[in-house]
């Protein structure tokens, strides 16, 4: 069976492609903890949710001291975006992304590595600014602890 293939105009090209360097930016600010990135990413009135997956639900500021305190027991960590759905409609959009994200859990030559597999669920704004989160709730797929050696 085939579906129509819709042509995109420009200004949609741009805009999925403005949402999807948003995305970077956020999982490049959370990697290397660049906080004060975070108000690049999101409007300064965003939801946060990822209770899906252990952490906290709130505004920016509650996420942001829920991060500092505690990203900083992970050695290291990587958060791998792909696979997004965005719909824009004039100035708001909604993404689903899928998130692979590998996190040590101890440093040795053998590391205990966590696993965890999500959704990111967004409702974004565009701003004066650029594309912004207004809105994210995580949606969990998978957690997995694999140990290491001791």
Not at 40 to 53: E, G, K, L, R
Not at 72 to 95: K, L, N, R, W
Not at 121 to 136: F, H, N, P, S, Y
Request: aromatic share 10%.
């Amino acid at each position: 069976m085939r579906g129509t293939i819709m042509t995109m105009s420009i200004e949609e090209i741009s805009d999925r492609l403005e949402i999807q360097d948003l995305f970077v930016r956020y999982t490049y600010a959370l990697d290397t903890q660049d906080w004060d990135a975070f108000d690049t990413v999101f409007t300064p009135d965003a939801q946060i949710d990822y209770t899906a997956m252990g952490g906290s639900v709130g505004d920016l500021a509650a996420t942001m001291k829920f991060l500092r305190e505690t990203m900083v027991m992970f050695p290291s960590y990587q958060h791998m975006t792909s696979s997004s759905t965005i719909t824009v409609t004039g100035d708001t959009a909604e993404a689903k992304t899928i998130c692979h994200n590998p996190m040590v859990l101890d440093e040795n030559d053998d590391p205990t590595l966590m696993l965890c597999g999500l959704w990111y669920v967004d409702k974004l704004v565009r701003t004066a600014d650029g594309w912004r989160i207004k809105e994210r709730v995580e949606e969990k797929s998978y957690m997995k602890i694999f140990p290491g050696k001791a």
